[in-house]
C-alpha cells in the first residue's frame, strides 16, 4: 500500500530543508514527506569542521525544520532505493511506496574514497562522523589528516585548537593549491608549519598498517609515519545512482533546467548533487557549499509549489583556517589567469580570476568581508578587462 504525499523530498541535509521553507511559502498545507538515510534531522554540516570545535554546541547545529513540522513527515534512516518518474512513486529499502505529486532529489554528495587504504579511515562528512571522530578522540594525540582541500585544512586547524599533534599529507604542492595562486599556497603551507602543524605536500598514503591502537601510514615518499587516528577528506562524489537508474540525465551530478526541474516529469533536483548551467559563467557547474544548498533548496521547492522562477545565481563559499578566513564568488580556480589586489600581501586582499579572453570568472575576498555582493555584480556585468591590472582597486579593499 502505497503512502502519498503532495511533495516527496529525498535526503534530509540543507538542501532539503531550505525546500521544505520554499514549499511553505506557495503551499501551506500541502503534505510533505523528507526521507533520509541519516538518523538526524537537518542540520548545518559546516559547523562539523568549524563550530563544533571552536565552542559551538551540537544544540545549536539543528535546522528549523520543526518549526515547519505541521504536514511535515521526516523518515529517518530510510533509504530511497527506486524511483519511478512515470508512476510518481518511490520505494524504500523496506518495500514501502511513496507515491508523490512533485519530487525533489537532495541526494547531496559523498565522501571520495581511497580505493588503496583498505584499514579504517573516518571519511568526514556527517554528524555520526563527528560524533565517531569525539569518541576516538579522546584516546588519540596523534591524527593524520588527508587532503589539502576544503575540509582537510579545516579539520588540521580545527584538531589543532584542541591540543592535536596534527599530520597534513596531500598530493598537491600546498595547502589549497587547485584553488588559490601558488604564491598564496605557498604562503598558507608557511602559515600552518608555523601554527604547529606538520605538512607533506607531493605525498600520497599507498598503505595504513594496524599499529597497536594506531596505524603505520606507508607513503609515496618513502616516509612512514605513525600515528592514532586517520581522518580524509580527499573530495565529494554527487550521489547520482537513484536518480541514474531511474533513467534522469547525469553528468557530473543530476542534469537540471533553469528552474531546476530534472529530465523527468515532475522531478527537481538541487544542492550538491545538481548539475546548473550559470549564465553569468556560461558554463555548467556542481557546486558543494551552503549557500548553493539553501538558496537552490528554496528556489526547486517554490517552484513545485507552483512557482516558475529560474535559478541564476552565483553561490558563495567560505571558509575559517585559524585566523585567516575568504569568502569566495564564481570560479574560483588556480588554473585561471590571477590579479591580487593587496591591503596586506597574503593577510588581506582580493584575488580575480580571469578567463582567457579578459572576464572575471571568479574572486576571492581573502580578509575582506562585506564585499560578496559586489564581487557577485563583477562577475555578473560580464565586462572584458584587456588589462588585468585595470581590475586593482575595482572592488574597494
Known sequence: MAVTYRYLIVGGGLTADAAVAGIRQ??????????????????????????????????????????????????LTTQIVNLDPGA?????????????QRCLLA????????????EPVIYYRTLSDYF?????????????????????????AALTLVGKEVHLIMPEPGILHR????????YLTDYYRES?????????????????AGAQLMTSRGIELPVDLVVAGVGLEPRTELARAAGLLVRDGIVTGPTLATTAPDVFAAGDVANIFNSA??????VEHEDNATKGGSLAGRNMAGAHEVFDYLPLFYSNLFDLGFEGVGRVDSRLATIADWKVRYRSGIVYYLSRTGFVEGILLWNTWNRVDAARALIERR??????DDLRGKIPL
Open 132 to 156: 565517531l571522530l569525539m569518541d576516538q578522540i579522546q584516546h588519540a594525540q596523534s591524527v593524520a589528516i588527508l587532503g589539502g582541500g576544503f575540509i582537510g585544512t579545516e579539520m588540521a
Open 196 to 212: 604547529g602543524i606538520q605538512v607533506y605536500p607531493n605525498m600520497a598514503v599507498t598503505k595504513i598498517i594496524r599499529h597497536g
Open 179 to 186: 584553488y588559490v595562486p601558488e604564491d598564496l599556497s605557498t
Open 26 to 75: 506557495n503551499d501551506a498545507d500541502g503534505r510533505i514527506a523528507v526521507v533520509s538515510e541519516e538518523p538526524f534531522p537537518p542540520y548545518s554540516r559546516p559547523a562539523l569542521s568549524r563550530s563544533l570545535f571552536q565552542g559551538g554546541r551540537v544544540e545549536e547545529i539543528w535546522r528549523l525544520l520543526d518549526e515547519r513540522a505541521a504536514g511535515v513527515d521526516l523518515h
Open 383 to 388: 565586462t572584458r578587462f584587456a588589462n588585468p
Open 88 to 100: 510518481h512513486q518511490a520505494i524504500d529499502s523496506t518495500g514501502r511506496i511513496f507515491s508523490y
Open 107 to 118: 541526494t547531496g554528495a559523498a565522501p571520495r574514497r581511497l580505493p588503496q587504504l583498505t
Open 281 to 286: 559563467l556560461r558554463r555548467w557547474r556542481r
